[in-house]
């Protein structure tokens, strides 16, 4: 029986499979170091949410004002000389932090305190920038929840957390029409019902009113980073005009996606029109012809989204009800610059016009 040849150093001591082990141990200091950002972030929200408490019963207690805690911030600066964190400025977030979240007793059991009580989860396992966007962006406390359990989710940056807060993700979530409950099993439904949205906002984009469905689909492709954004986690970008062959005629999908989380592609069909229900009939026949002649046979059965320039509800309901293919309808929005009106376009000079003009009031 051969023997496994073993790797040796310059040294001659044998080392067996060194980049295997190296790799291993790499990866247990990587992890280890994500566990220390954790734990320092975790401390770091609990110490500021305790210095809120104590400053907020200090005031309540013996009426400090604002002077007092201005120059708190400022002896501790002066303490700890280069610590970051206590300006006055963000001493007055710890104490609106603890503000925010301060339970009230009528819900505390009797085994615990206010006093004992810490900063809810999920804002103590986020960073204190996060935690100051959820607190000055959001008045209702469902939704600071909400947005920062998908910070964590996602790995969401302060930008992009301040861009779906300020385009209201969280009112747009899971809000398209569908047919999900009745055509996917659950819970491959529920998810794929929270994948989709409506609207969907396009403000990246920039169209005149008179553009066609071909001038969205390339505005979206140019800005396919945005795009994904907005389409939300697990969208992979597949092609545009992607070429299906159904017996002797030729069909192209307006974008194809593959969603990662889903396990299934994606066809996006998108109308610069009101949503009609031959619209889903379409739709239904895209999903039966990729289901056949690209789904492979783990995937999940592939979904449909319609992306209209508006939509009746009840229309699209109906439309949908007796489809046996996942389909959903949403309304899309981005920014128009008007055309102008065919009046005035006669009466405007052309740029032959301006241009001679130009060359006749130029100095000789």
């Not at 406390?141 to 209201?168: F, M, N, P």
């Not at 505005?219 to 396919?224: E, N």
Request: charged share 25%.
């Amino acid at each position: 029986m051969a023997r496994k040849k073993k790797a040796t150093l310059a040294g001659g001591e044998v080392v067996g499979d060194y980049a295997a082990f190296l790799e291993s141990l790499k990866g247990r200091v990587r992890q280890a170091q994500v566990k220390a950002m954790l734990s320092v972030n975790r401390e770091l929200i609990r110490l500021y949410w305790d210095i809120g408490r104590l400053i907020v019963e200090r005031q309540e207690q013996e009426g400090w004002g604002k002077s007092v805690v201005d120059r708190l911030a400022g002896d501790i600066q002066r303490t700890f000389p280069g610590l970051q964190g206590f300006s006055p400025v963000n001493v007055w977030r710890m104490r609106a932090f603890y503000l925010a979240y301060r339970p009230s007793l009528a819900i505390l059991s009797q085994a615990v305190t206010e006093l004992e009580a810490g900063p809810p989860l999920p804002m103590v396992e986020i960073p204190w920038g996060h935690n100051q966007v959820l607190l000055f962006k959001l008045k209702d406390d469902a939704q600071r929840r909400w947005y920062a359990a998908k910070v964590l989710e996602h790995g969401w940056s302060r930008a992009v957390l301040t861009v779906q807060i300020e385009s209201d993700l969280f009112g747009r979530q899971g809000k398209a029409i569908s047919n999900f409950a009745g055509t996917l099993p659950a819970p491959q439904s529920d998810l794929a019902q929270q994948s989709l949205k409506d609207p969907y906002l396009f403000d990246f984009l920039t169209l005149h009113d008179e553009a066609i469905e071909r001038d969205l689909e390339t505005g979206l492709v140019d800005h396919i980073q945005k795009f994904l954004l907005e389409l939300g986690a697990g969208f992979a970008f597949v092609g545009r005009q992607v070429h299906l062959e159904v017996g002797e005629d030729d069909f192209y999908l307006d974008l194809l996606f593959y969603h990662l989380k889903l396990r299934c592609f994606v066809v996006i069909d998108l109308k610069m029109k009101k949503f009609t229900p031959e619209d889903a009939g379409k739709m239904n026949f895209y999903l039966s012809a990729v289901d056949s002649r690209m789904k492979h046979p783990s995937d999940a059965p592939t979904i449909g989204m319609i992306l209209c320039k508006t939509r009746d509800r009840i229309t699209a309901e109906y439309a949908l009800r007796d489809i046996a293919k996942p389909i959903g309808v949403a309304e899309w929005q981005t920014k128009l610059v008007q055309s102008l009106p065919e009046r005035l376009k006669g009466s405007l000079p052309t740029v032959e016009e301006i241009e001679a003009e130009l060359s006749e009031s130029e100095p000789s």
